[in-house]
């Protein structure tokens, strides 16, 4: 509970000494007498001659945010209110629709309209949010806040979840599967009949690709790449194919347990070698002699969620091609984990597979007809890296839009300076560009059988995807210029813009290179040029 007891400015500025020292940020009242000695900032700055007895708000945001004034250990610095007068700033609320213009995507935004979210989108988005930042946005930022104290008491940049490898909390996982999320996330499909989709908000059979594209969009609001990649993004890409072309006696003895997050499974093709080109796979599976098993060796690199998977998705060169197989977690398979830019949350792994022993009847699909497993997956991939791209981009213009209207320099706020205003908006151009094909795309996928989908769309998502990035990179490269020296900090002010900077080129890479999906996009539009036409 927050201090009440009232007090008068006179009374406030009366305790202006280094003995005594008082301030106010918005109409609270601080005693910083005692923490003066442990302020990060230092003394010095406390000390300053419009801070001592004064109303410090303004100087207190133009260096802080708002979150520090609700860690435990600086709310009870506060010893009262300032008589007659209300607190009126807050930071996040959780829940809330941002009122920052432009933080959200128009179809959030009072006052406009959109043909493609009904009033039952919108119910679910409002409880989508609400879920994610109750239960998966304090599990994701007490990671960075460990991050940030370790940092600050160690004066080492390292991570923790660096360091000890831990995924998102048990918890987390456990609620998700509560309200099935994780089936959600696998998209609209036989996979949803009977479960209780948000408590019963959605029925099954009406559950559609915005459903999906909100709790993709919802989220990734979380801010933290690599503990969102550890939500089990293994799981979006490495399920489906079991979904789509596992027998259904693999199905019903390891699909329930996947769903209640209970179990855990990834895609394994790229290769130290072979990156994503599945055609230079060299992790082999061969055939027992009495042909009941196959035997794989090999390895499989940047594998997302493979240190604590049981399951593994594995493309495979056998004797007719390539060949993808599900193989569990058993003798012979390792995995440990690649340090990469982001968290280790994630579970990047290097999986060693020494003469495994599995079962033919794991075959995922025809034997040799792999690249057609691998291909139907690629688009629903794709589009979720977009669905989140989309998104977190909109984080970036939040947080710019509140830097660059809190921070002075020169006495006058950053959003005075045209070159300052330019940089906002070209992001926010690019955001509102990339939100509006997306959704066109996924009203496509709404409309189209999963066949349509694979010819129509193999392109378009392919561009979607590059354009994603390559705006992601741009705006994150803009974001840092703004807040400078803070968008390159680990902590503080600029926290999120590091750790966007840092963490935007595995967007760019997940689900196929931009240069190769935009060549693939380019290759696709070629066959489809009419034969017979001239300039
Ligand atoms: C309730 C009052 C205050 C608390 C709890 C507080 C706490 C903190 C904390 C935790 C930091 C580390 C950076 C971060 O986590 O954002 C910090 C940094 C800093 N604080 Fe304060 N502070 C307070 C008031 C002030 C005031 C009134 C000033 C004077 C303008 C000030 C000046 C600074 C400066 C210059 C830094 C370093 C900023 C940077 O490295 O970017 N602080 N403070």
Same mark, same amino acid.
């Given at each position: 509970?927050?201090?009440?007891k009232?007090?008068? !400015?006179?009374e406030?500025?009366?305790h202006d000494?280094?003995?005594?020292?008082?301030?106010?940020i918005d109409?609270?009242v601080?005693?910083? &007498?005692?923490f003066?000695?442990?302020?990060p900032?230092?003394?010095a700055?406390?000390l300053?001659?419009?801070?001592?007895?004064?109303?410090? &708000?303004e100087?207190?945001? /133009?260096?802080?945010?708002h979150?520090?004034?609700e !860690?435990?250990?600086?709310k009870?610095?506060q010893i009262?209110?300032i008589?007659g007068?209300e607190?009126q700033l807050?930071g996040?609320?959780?829940?809330?629709i941002?009122?920052?213009?432009?933080?959200?995507?128009?179809?959030?935004t009072?006052g406009?309209?959109?043909?493609y979210f009904?009033?039952g989108?919108?119910?679910?988005?409002?409880v989508?949010?609400?879920?994610?930042d109750?239960?998966?946005y304090?599990d994701?930022?007490a990671?960075?806040?460990?991050?940030?104290?370790?940092?600050y008491?160690?004066?080492?940049?390292?991570?923790?979840?660096?360091?000890?490898g831990?995924?998102?909390s048990?918890?987390?996982?456990?609620k998700?599967a509560?309200?099935n999320?994780h089936a959600?996330?696998?998209?609209p499909?036989?996979h949803?009949k009977g479960?209780?989709?948000?408590?019963?908000?959605?029925k099954?059979?009406?559950?559609?690709?915005?459903h999906?594209?909100?709790?993709n969009?919802?989220?990734?609001?979380?801010?933290?790449?690599?503990?969102?990649d550890?939500?089990?993004?293994g799981?979006v890409?490495g399920?489906p194919?079991?979904?789509?072309?596992?027998?259904?006696?693999?199905?019903?003895?390891?699909?329930p347990?996947?769903?209640?997050?209970?179990?855990?499974i990834c895609?394994a093709?790229s290769?130290?070698h072979?990156?994503?080109d599945?055609?230079?796979?060299? &992790?082999?599976a061969?055939?027992?002699?009495?042909?009941?098993?196959?035997?794989?060796?090999?390895?499989?690199?940047w594998i997302?969620? /493979?240190?604590?998977?049981?399951?593994?998705t594995?493309?495979?060169?056998?004797?007719?091609?390539?060949?993808?197989?599900?193989?569990? !977690?058993?003798?012979g398979?390792?995995?440990?984990?690649?340090?990469?830019?982001y968290?280790?949350?994630? /579970?990047?792994a290097?999986?060693?597979?020494d003469?495994?022993?599995?079962?033919?009847e794991?075959?995922l699909?025809?034997?040799?007809?792999?690249?057609?497993?691998m291909?139907s997956?690629f688009?629903h991939e !794709?589009w979720?890296?977009c669905?989140?791209?989309?998104?977190?981009?909109?984080?970036?213009?939040?947080?710019?839009m509140?830097?660059t209207?809190?921070?002075q320099?020169?006495?006058k706020?950053l959003? &005075?300076?045209?070159?300052?205003?330019?940089k906002?908006?070209?992001?926010i151009?690019?955001?509102?560009?990339i939100?509006?094909?997306?959704?066109?795309l996924t009203?496509?996928?709404?409309?189209m059988?999963?066949?349509e989908q694979?010819?129509?769309l193999a392109?378009?998502?392919?561009?979607?995807?590059?354009?994603?990035?390559?705006?992601?990179?741009?705006s994150?490269?803009?974001a840092?210029?703004?807040f400078g020296?803070?968008?390159v900090?680990?902590?503080g002010? /600029?926290?999120?813009i590091?750790?966007?900077?840092?963490?935007?080129?595995?967007?760019?890479l997940?689900?196929?290179?931009?240069?190769?999906l935009?060549?693939?996009?380019?290759?696709?539009?070629?066959?489809g040029?009419?034969?017979?036409?001239?300039l």
């Amino acid at each position: 509970m927050a201090n009440t007891k009232t007090f008068s !400015r006179e009374e406030v500025a009366k305790h202006d000494t280094e003995d005594d020292l008082w301030i106010i940020i918005d109409a609270k009242v601080y005693d910083l &007498t005692r923490f003066k000695n442990l302020h990060p900032g230092g003394v010095a700055a406390l000390l300053e001659e419009d801070i001592p007895g004064q109303d410090a &708000t303004e100087a207190f945001y /133009g260096l802080h945010r708002h979150e520090v004034l609700e !860690r435990p250990q600086y709310k009870r610095l506060q010893i009262g209110v300032i008589e007659g007068e209300e607190p009126q700033l807050y930071g996040k609320v959780n829940g809330e629709i941002s009122e920052v213009p432009y933080a959200e995507p128009t179809w959030l935004t009072p006052g406009y309209h959109s043909p493609y979210f009904t009033e039952g989108h919108r119910e679910f988005q409002k409880v989508v949010r609400m879920f994610f930042d109750d239960h998966v946005y304090p599990d994701a930022q007490a990671s960075l806040f460990l991050i940030s104290l370790w940092a600050y008491l160690t004066s080492h940049t390292l991570q923790l979840r660096e360091l000890d490898g831990k995924r998102p909390s048990q918890e987390v996982f456990d609620k998700m599967a509560e309200v099935n999320l994780h089936a959600m996330r696998m998209g609209p499909g036989k996979h949803l009949k009977g479960l209780k989709l948000m408590n019963g908000l959605v029925k099954p059979e009406e559950f559609d690709y915005f459903h999906e594209l909100i709790v993709n969009q919802e989220m990734v609001r979380c801010g933290a790449r690599g503990y969102g990649d550890g939500l089990l993004s293994g799981c979006v890409i490495g399920l489906p194919p079991v979904l789509n072309f596992g027998s259904p006696e693999l199905k019903a003895r390891i699909v329930p347990d996947i769903l209640k997050g209970k179990k855990f499974i990834c895609l394994a093709v790229s290769e130290a070698h072979a990156g994503s080109d599945v055609f230079g796979l060299q &992790t082999t599976a061969t055939k027992t002699e009495d042909g009941k098993h196959w035997i794989i060796s090999g390895n499989k690199k940047w594998i997302t969620n /493979g240190v604590f998977a049981d399951y593994f998705t594995v493309g495979c060169k056998t004797e007719d091609g390539f060949t993808v197989i599900l193989v569990e !977690r058993s003798e012979g398979l390792e995995t440990k984990p690649i340090k990469t830019a982001y968290s280790a949350s994630a /579970g990047t792994a290097y999986v060693t597979f020494d003469k495994v022993k599995v079962p033919v009847e794991n075959t995922l699909g025809e034997e040799g007809g792999g690249i057609f497993v691998m291909l139907s997956n690629f688009n629903h991939e !794709r589009w979720v890296l977009c669905c989140c791209s989309a998104r977190s981009q909109r984080l970036l213009i939040d947080e710019c839009m509140k830097w660059t209207a809190q921070r002075q320099a020169f006495n006058k706020p950053l959003n &005075t300076q045209p070159v300052v205003r330019a940089k906002l908006a070209a992001m926010i151009a690019r955001t509102e560009g990339i939100q509006a094909w997306l959704e066109n795309l996924t009203y496509q996928m709404c409309n189209m059988s999963y066949k349509e989908q694979a010819n129509k769309l193999a392109g378009q998502l392919a561009f979607l995807k590059m354009y994603s990035t390559r705006c992601a990179a741009e705006s994150a490269a803009d974001a840092v210029q703004l807040f400078g020296g803070r968008g390159v900090t680990q902590t503080g002010m /600029g926290r999120f813009i590091e750790h966007y900077h840092r963490a935007v080129p595995f967007d760019s890479l997940l689900g196929g290179a931009e240069d190769v999906l935009a060549d693939l996009g380019v290759r696709q539009a070629m066959r489809g040029m009419p034969k017979n036409t001239r300039l």
